[in-house]
């Protein structure tokens, strides 16, 4: 670390009453991640009905998902490093306060803009998710970090790949906008949940808003663990929304499927999520750097598997090939964490904050894309774009053998 990223205060321990990371905070902290990163997603499976009472045009409906993304990306930036000044639980209990105002308005809105405003303000928001991981961290013990961020990373991951489904079983009986009420009503009941059993947790504030913000480029600059982990993840995640923004069009169009298949569909991707346990004992036992070249590898084939599947008219391959997308996404998430997560810990708030930012703009960018080719291009065209996200990371991953900067006990 530079000397002007190393200044600031060591002091972020938990406020003295915080009872530690028992296994049943361990569990409110795994729900209310997922509570919070699935108000990215609900929207996914709903690009269809969504654009069709916005009148969207079908090359504007990845519109739907990138702004919401843009939020989160923004909001990673902004505000996750605000976890490093201000006292966590009250950061937390703000941002969840604002995701609910922003469901509702998407909920009553009237109008593509309306939409897209209020997903900005929920995407944002959505990063008390990643202000509650960090958080984590600090109360979990060296020896087990990797298991505990693991463990709540199931959680996590659990809401992403059950918002899909939960958005289409509900919009098909209910309507779309009946999925964003319902998730302003889980959010009202998460905050006061989360008032009443969050610890406090007070960090060295001295330094200020104003300097942190400062310190980030120095940050980036001076943390190649951090370039190379976002990097991979950035890849994988694009490769990730690229195929979850455009299987829902293919499934209509290819398979004849109403919302209760697309949501069967997205249902089998949630089985991605039991490997992120295993991925934090894997990263304990330091196998790091092979599981994440494993992980690569496999997102690549799942888009072999994708277009071939679908060439075939095969359902049961492309569900393989989700599956096995959102396993390597998520495998290759939890190991990056708690790579991560082994820095500097007076830090951690803005290196989570870096991290996602970056795995959100590309993830932005590539739901925006992802519709406008599919569009264009078909599914084949689609998977190509995937699979050359995922290229990249593999192409990146294979020059760290040839380097000696990052040590083994951190990248694995």
Known sequence: ???????????????????????????????????????????????????????????????????????????LLLLVPLADVVENRRLILGALFGAVIGLVGIALSGSAVTFLAASFVVGTCAVAAQVLLPFASHLAPEATRGKVVGNIMAGLLGGIMLARPFASVVASALGWRAVFGLSAVLMSSLIAVLWRVLPRRHPHASVGYARTMASLPGIVWNTPLLRRRSLYQGMMFSGFQAFWTAVPLALVHEFGMGQGGIALFALAGAAGALLAPVAGRLADRGWTRAATGWAIVVALLSFVLGAV????????????????????????QVLNFRSLFMLAPELRGRINGLFMTFIFICAAVASGIAAAVYAFHGWGGLCLLGGGYVLVALLYYATEFRRASVPAAVGG
């Open 309 to 332: 599947s679908m060439h075939y008219h095969s359902l049961a391959g492309l569900v393989a090939a989700g599956i096995l997308l959102d396993g390597a996404v998520q495998l290759c």
């Open 1 to 75: 670390m530079s000397s002007s990223s190393s200044t600031a205060p060591a002091a972020h321990a938990a406020h003295p009453s915080a009872p530690g990371l028992t296994p049943a905070l361990t569990l409110v902290f795994a729900v209310a991640c997922g509570l919070c990163v699935a108000n990215i997603y609900y929207a996914q499976p709903l690009i269809g009905p969504i654009s069709d009472t916005l009148q969207l045009h079908a090359g504007l409906a990845g519109l739907i998902m990138t702004l919401t993304q843009l939020g989160y990306g923004a909001g």
